[in-house]
Nanobody
Framework: QVQLVESGGGLVQPGGSLRVSCVAS????????MGWFRQAPGKQRELVAT???????NYAEAVKGRFTIFRDNAKNTVYLQMNSLTPEDTAVYYC?????????????WGQGTQVTVSS
């Protein structure tokens, strides 16, 4: 079955950087649009960044210019490079994979990785 496994979360000081990764298995990775979402305590899950199967990226306004999403299809991995982190970036970060084929939607989530920005 499809699995998405995130890693790389942790504690970082304001202004610092962190890179989170998501490794996918049991799926044709290159065919999926990939995304990063986050959920802070007491808030709804929100989109952070997406990258299509063809490499087109999209970012939430709150992270534009600070975060970069990229993928390595040879490693079945999508990354989120986060720079200039602020306490408002503290959240659980989730990896998402999505594809549609013959009218069927395939949507998968990872278990999440905690990112905490604090001094």
């Amino acid at each position: 079955q499809v699995q998405l496994v995130e890693s790389g979360g942790g504690l970082v000081q304001p202004g610092g950087s962190l890179r989170v990764s998501c490794v996918a298995s049991e799926m044709i990775f290159r065919s999926y649009d990939m995304g990063w979402f986050r959920q802070a305590p007491g808030k709804q899950r929100e989109l952070v960044a997406t990258i299509t199967s063809s490499g087109v990226t999209n970012y939430a306004e709150a992270v534009k210019g600070r975060f970069t999403i990229f993928r390595d299809n040879a490693k079945n991995t999508v990354y989120l490079q986060m720079n200039s982190l602020t306490p408002e970036d503290t959240a659980v970060y989730y990896c998402n994979a999505n594809a549609q084929n013959y009218g069927v939607n395939y949507d998968y989530w990872g278990q999440g990785t905690q990112v905490t920005v604090s001094s």
